[in-house]
């Protein structure tokens, strides 16, 4: 995600705006993966069956985890590079053929 916003920043986007952009670009596949692994996990979360005494803890801290880092990598992430980056950062060179809304890694 910080790759992504410094290539924008490098395109002459204003820090919140290339904060925001590369939030809304990450936000399908983590929300994706949090989404698959808490289903996964929901049977595991909510049972009262024999043996789930050791299982349910575990499950509900995986997906309270899953759910805290999605809250972090979406809003906290980009509000503190917001908070940090300065004008005068030293930004990778933009790429050529690079498009806004493109995926790089």
């Given at each position: 995600m910080l790759e992504y916003i410094n290539q924008l920043?490098?395109?002459?986007?204003?820090?919140?705006?290339?904060a925001v952009?590369?939030?809304?670009?990450?936000?399908?596949?983590?929300m994706m993966t949090m989404l698959v692994a808490t289903l996964g996990l929901l049977p595991a979360a909510l049972s009262h069956a024999i043996?789930?005494?050791?299982?349910?803890?575990?499950a509900i801290v995986i997906v309270g985890?899953?759910?805290a880092a999605l809250i972090m990598s979406i809003f906290l992430l980009p509000t503190i590079y917001v908070w940090v980056a300065g004008e005068r950062d030293v930004l990778p060179m933009a790429e050529e053929g690079f498009e806004v809304g493109e995926h790089v890694d």
């Open positions: 920043r490098a395109r002459r986007y204003a820090i919140e705006d290339a952009e590369g939030a809304v670009l990450r936000l399908r596949p983590i043996g789930s005494d050791s299982q349910r803890p575990f985890g899953l759910i």
